[in-house]
C-alpha cells in the first residue's frame, strides 16, 4: 500500500464542528420537500402524467444529491468528534457486498460488477447500514473514474484475526490522486466538498467508519491500472448473525443518494420509500 494514501488520524475540532453543524442544517432543511415530493409522488403515480412524472424524478434526483452531501458532512463531522459509538451487532460481510451488488449492478448497466466471496462467512461486528455505506462510498468513488465497460471487483477473504474486502477498479486518472491530501484540503477550506458535489467526503466518511469498528480503509493507486482499497476489520468469532432489520425500501434509499452521482434521473421515477 502506498504510504501517502494513508488517512490521518482525525481532523480537527474545529473544522469537525463546522462540518456537522452545516451537514445537519442542510438535513433539516431537505425534510420538507423531501416529504412533500414523497407525498406528491404518490398521488402523481395514480394517474397517466407522464410530464409531471420526469419533473417529479427531476426534483428527486436533485434532493438525493444535495441529501448526500448533507449526510457526508454530518457523518464525518460526528465520526471526527467522537459522537457516533461502535455497535456491537453482528454482521456477514458476504451477505451485504452480494446484496449491494446484484442491486446496484441491475442499476447501473455502463460498468460490470463481480463479487468474489471467501468461501465461508466472513463476520464483523457493526451497523450494517454504515457498513453499506462504507461499501457505496468506495464504490461511488471508482465509479467516478470508470468509463463504458470498465470493471469494479469486490473480494472478500479472512485469517484468524481479519476479514478483508477488496474493491479494485480499471479507471483512468487513479495514479495521479493522493488520498490524504483531502483531508488537508478539508481543513484548509471546509466548505470545499460540498461546493465541489461532495466529491471525495464519501471516502472519508468511509475511512471513519473502518475506524469506528477497529479496522483500516487503506488505497493503493497503480498507473494504467485503476485503484484497489482494501477494508480491513477485526474478524468476530461467532455464526450467530443479526436478523436483519432493514427494509429493502430503505436501503435502496441508500444507494440512490450515495450514488446520486452516477445514477440518472429516470431511475428517481418509481416509489422507493
Avoid at 92 to 97: G, V
Avoid at 109 to 128: H, Q
Wanted: aromatic share 4%.
Amino acid at each position: 500500500m502506498d504510504e501517502e494514501n494513508r488517512f490521518p488520524s482525525e481532523l480537527s475540532r474545529d473544522t469537525a464542528w463546522l462540518l456537522r453543524n452545516i451537514g445537519s442544517a442542510m438535513r433539516e432543511a431537505l425534510n420538507g420537500s423531501m416529504a412533500a415530493s414523497e407525498l406528491l409522488g404518490r398521488r402523481l403515480e395514480k394517474g397517466e402524467l407522464a410530464d409531471e412524472r420526469e419533473y417529479l424524478a427531476i426534483l428527486r434526483h436533485d434532493q438525493h444529491r444535495l441529501l448526500h452531501i448533507a449526510e457526508n458532512l454530518t457523518e464525518l463531522g460526528s465520526l471526527s468528534l467522537g459522537e457516533i459509538k461502535p455497535e456491537q451487532s453482528v454482521q456477514d460481510l458476504n451477505q451485504i457486498c452480494g446484496e449491494i451488488v446484484d442491486t446496484v449492478s441491475a442499476m447501473i448497466g455502463r460498468v460490470r460488477f463481480v463479487f468474489t466471496p471467501w468461501r465461508d462467512i466472513c463476520c464483523v461486528n457493526g451497523s450494517r447500514e454504515r457498513l453499506e455505506s462504507l461499501i457505496l462510498n468506495v464504490i461511488a468513488y471508482s465509479l467516478r473514474r470508470c468509463e463504458e465497460g470498465d470493471t469494479i471487483t469486490l473480494r472478500t477473504e479472512r485469517d484468524d484475526d481479519e476479514v478483508r474486502l477488496f474493491i479494485g477498479d480499471n479507471g483512468k486518472g487513479a495514479e495521479g490522486e493522493s488520498v490524504s491530501a483531502l483531508y488537508s484540503a478539508l481543513e484548509q477550506d471546509p466548505l470545499h466538498g460540498a461546493t465541489q458535489g461532495g466529491a471525495g467526503l464519501g471516502l472519508l466518511v468511509a475511512e471513519g467508519i473502518a475506524r469506528l469498528y477497529g479496522g483500516s480503509l487503506l488505497l493503493s493507486a497503480k498507473q494504467d491500472q485503476g485503484m484497489e482499497s482494501v477494508l480491513s476489520l477485526p474478524r468476530t468469532r461467532t455464526n450467530i448473525l443479526r436478523v436483519p432489520g432493514v427494509e429493502y425500501g430503505s436501503r435502496l434509499r441508500g444507494i440512490l443518494t450515495i450514488l446520486s452521482g452516477e445514477l440518472s434521473r429516470d431511475k428517481y421515477m418509481a416509489p422507493y420509500l
